[in-house]
């Protein structure tokens, strides 16, 4: 997805745009090598399902979860799960992965940790199982590739992403399909409340829903399928989201690979903020989900909005901006390029406020600026909205135009029924008229709107971006984790050694084995 353009963008400080950056990379580096030297239960789950294990018992408990606590229970994870899987694979425990997981279920496999030879044959058979699954993502990669080839993208940006979740995926699918015939460049399925807090993912298509409908292989499966069959009647490629947050993290970015999804809401910092999710286990299984986001080619969506629905959208400005930047760092380090890099930001500035317009606008030309070749994502007004659905309307359309004027690259849709209800079609039909109005009536103004370098707009850019590396100074000299647990980011305190999920996090011993991480790093699929 191409987001340059030949528009005037902010003149900014190159040395000071070079100093954040190298804030950024510097603050990020312990915690990068804390990720680098321990694992988590979904890593070693993820690992396991690339593997081909599928599936789950009768009570919905995925194999891959009684696999994995099986290992932990007898034998540990610091040495990873695949050397005692694929060695008891080798001692003939099993047949196959699933009957091992069948037997590992009730407790009638005894796992050990190999050594010398043993241990090499083990790594070398988990190391071909798991390239396979690797191979599939790639294959669901260049399926992508050629379809976006054989019907196009859309002709003109912002992609227009809007919000489909009834709980019931077969009521998801047709209101997908009505939205995309309705305008729609992507569709985002809404995860089921609380399913972040979940540390396994549940099985098959799913009916039952709230607030949001499950994130599951056949749901994505289902969806993808659907979508496939409204881009070849519009003659455009239609793109997936879900979500790849919460406890099961590697697990759902793995499933995404390989049921060919194309975005995923994957930020750093959004399930410790706002889930409570414990820090250690969510930066750990954030580095490998994206090692696997980078294989798939898949856009990730960061969360940067959600801090300004609990802290002032400009007192916290600059709390965005270094959100932004430790993304980045985070996913570069991960292999993910900047075209599948899609930073979030927000408009949601109290309106009362004077110059909020500008402000917004400041702010939205700052981070296109800092980010000229990430696909940009632009999400509405919340915070604000009263229930006024003109009020709302209007508002939208004041965030539309935003979007057009700054060049943003995907522009979710606002609903005027924000904070009143969940969303009618109507509402859809209505949010989408809006955005399609402001589109074609004004998305020639990118190439018109230049802030003077010394007026408004470009000086408080300006004053958010050194009140940014004020911050990453003090976050280098005290620490990220630190930084987290003082509430530095949406005023959440989240200390290192608080949170759910810390259980699951465990130390790599010498000998570790893991062909994921290992062909995820290289790059390989064999």
Same mark, same amino acid.
């Given at each position: 997805? %191409?987001?340059?353009?030949?528009?005037?963008?902010?003149?900014?400080?190159?040395?000071?745009?070079?100093?954040?950056?190298?804030?950024?990379?510097?603050?990020?580096?312990?915690?990068?090598?804390?990720?680098?030297?321990?694992?988590?239960?979904?890593?070693?789950?993820?690992?396991?399902?690339?593997?081909?294990?599928?599936?789950?018992?009768?009570?919905?408990?995925?194999?891959?979860?009684?696999?994995?606590?099986?290992?932990?229970? =007898?034998?540990?994870?610091?040495?990873?799960?695949?050397?005692?899987?694929?060695? !008891?694979?080798?001692?003939?425990?099993?047949?196959?992965?699933?009957?091992?997981?069948?037997?590992?279920?009730?407790?009638?496999?005894?796992?050990?940790?190999?050594? #010398?030879?043993?241990?090499?044959?083990?790594?070398?058979?988990?190391?071909? !199982?798991?390239?396979?699954?690797?191979?599939?993502?790639?294959?669901?990669?260049?399926? @992508?590739? $050629?379809?976006? @080839?054989?019907?196009?993208?859309?002709?003109?940006?912002?992609?227009?992403?809007?919000?489909?979740? /009834?709980?019931?995926?077969?009521?998801?699918?047709?209101?997908?399909?009505?939205?995309?015939?309705?305008? !729609?460049?992507?569709?985002?399925?809404?995860?089921?409340?609380?399913?972040?807090?979940?540390?396994?993912?549940?099985?098959?298509? /799913?009916?039952?829903?709230?607030?949001?409908?499950?994130? /599951?292989?056949?749901?994505?499966?289902?969806?993808?399928?659907?979508?496939?069959?409204?881009?070849?009647?519009?003659?455009?490629?239609?793109?997936?989201?879900?979500?790849?947050?919460?406890?099961?993290?590697?697990?759902?970015?793995?499933?995404?690979?390989?049921?060919? +999804?194309?975005?995923?809401?994957?930020?750093?910092?959004?399930?410790?903020?706002?889930?409570?999710?414990?820090?250690?286990?969510?930066?750990?299984? =954030? @580095?490998? %989900? $994206?090692?696997?986001?980078? $294989?798939?080619?898949?856009?990730?969506?960061?969360?940067?909005?959600?801090?300004?629905?609990?802290?002032?959208?400009?007192?916290?400005?600059?709390?965005? /901006?270094?959100?932004?930047? +430790?993304?980045?760092?985070?996913?570069?380090?991960?292999?993910?390029?900047?075209?599948?890099?899609?930073?979030?930001?927000?408009?949601?500035?109290?309106?009362?406020?004077?110059?909020?317009?500008?402000?917004?606008?400041?702010?939205?030309?700052?981070?296109?600026?800092?980010?000229?070749?990430?696909?940009?994502?632009?999400?509405?007004?919340?915070?604000?909205?009263? *229930?006024?659905?003109?009020?709302?309307?209007?508002?939208?359309?004041?965030?539309?135009?935003? #979007?057009?004027?700054?060049?943003? %690259?995907?522009?979710?849709?606002?609903?005027?029924?924000?904070?009143?209800?969940?969303?009618?079609?109507?509402?859809?039909?209505?949010?989408? =008229?809006?955005?399609?109005?402001?589109?074609? !009536?004004?998305? *020639?103004?990118?190439?018109?709107?230049?802030?003077?370098?010394? *007026?408004?707009?470009?000086?408080?850019?300006?004053?958010?971006?050194?009140?940014?590396?004020?911050?990453?100074? @003090?976050?280098?000299?005290?620490?990220?984790?630190?930084?987290? *647990?003082?509430?530095?980011?949406?005023?959440?305190?989240?200390?290192?050694?608080?949170?759910?999920?810390?259980?699951?996090?465990?130390?790599?011993?010498?000998?570790?084995?893991?062909?994921?991480?290992?062909?995820?790093?290289?790059?390989?699929?064999?």
């Amino acid at each position: 997805m %191409s987001t340059r353009n030949d528009r005037s963008i902010l003149e900014l400080d190159e040395a000071t745009v070079a100093q954040a950056r190298g804030l950024a990379a510097e603050a990020v580096q312990p915690v990068v090598t804390l990720a680098r030297t321990h694992t988590t239960v979904s890593v070693e789950r993820a690992t396991l399902r690339l593997a081909g294990l599928a599936g789950a018992d009768a009570e919905r408990v995925p194999w891959v979860n009684h696999v994995v606590d099986a290992v932990r229970d =007898q034998v540990g994870l610091d040495h990873g799960a695949c050397l005692p899987v694929w060695d !008891a694979l080798a001692r003939e425990e099993a047949s196959d992965l699933l009957t091992l997981a069948q037997k590992a279920a009730v407790g009638s496999v005894t796992f050990r940790i190999p050594e #010398g030879r043993t241990a090499r044959t083990a790594t070398s058979a988990a190391r071909s !199982a798991v390239a396979a699954g690797l191979r599939r993502i790639d294959a669901a990669r260049r399926t @992508r590739e $050629r379809l976006v @080839r054989k019907w196009g993208d859309p002709g003109r940006r912002p992609w227009i992403y809007l919000i489909v979740a /009834t709980g019931d995926i077969h009521e998801d699918i047709p209101q997908a399909q009505a939205a995309a015939r309705a305008g !729609a460049d992507v569709i985002a399925v809404i995860r089921s409340t609380g399913q972040s807090l979940l540390d396994y993912v549940p099985e098959g298509a /799913t009916r039952e829903g709230y607030a949001g409908t499950y994130a /599951t292989q056949e749901n994505f499966r289902l969806m993808r399928a659907a979508l496939d069959d409204v881009s070849a009647e519009l003659g455009r490629y239609v793109r997936l989201t879900n979500y790849a947050s919460g406890l099961c993290m590697p697990e759902i970015a793995t499933l995404a690979g390989l049921e060919r +999804l194309d975005m995923m809401l994957n930020d750093s910092m959004y399930g410790i903020l706002f889930r409570d999710i414990n820090p250690l286990r969510t930066f750990i299984d =954030q @580095r490998f %989900s $994206r090692q696997v986001h980078a $294989r798939a080619g898949i856009v990730i969506n960061t969360g940067e909005d959600n801090y300004l629905t609990t802290a002032d959208a400009v007192d916290a400005a600059h709390t965005v /901006t270094v959100s932004q930047l +430790l993304n980045e760092a985070f996913a570069h380090e991960a292999g993910l390029p900047d075209h599948l890099l899609g930073l979030g930001h927000a408009f949601e500035i109290n309106p009362e406020i004077p110059d909020s317009f500008r402000l917004e606008l400041a702010h939205a030309l700052l981070a296109r600026t800092l980010f000229p070749d990430a696909p940009l994502k632009w999400m509405p007004p919340t915070k604000h909205m009263t *229930g006024d659905i003109f009020r709302g309307y209007l508002l939208d359309g004041f965030f539309n135009l935003a #979007g057009v004027l700054t060049g943003q %690259s995907i522009l979710l849709v606002g609903m005027m029924t924000e904070a009143v209800v969940t969303p009618w079609l109507s509402d859809r039909d209505l949010a989408l =008229q809006n955005v399609r109005y402001v589109m074609d !009536a004004c998305s *020639g103004l990118v190439e018109d709107f230049r802030p003077p370098a010394d *007026g408004f707009i470009a000086t408080r850019a300006r004053q958010v971006l050194g009140e940014a590396v004020d911050l990453l100074e @003090r976050i280098v000299d005290d620490g990220l984790l630190n930084a987290i *647990g003082d509430g530095t980011f949406g005023l959440m305190r989240r200390p290192a050694d608080a949170g759910k999920g810390l259980d699951g996090v465990v130390r790599k011993a010498q000998g570790y084995a893991n062909p994921a991480g290992d062909l995820l790093e290289s790059g390989a699929a064999r």
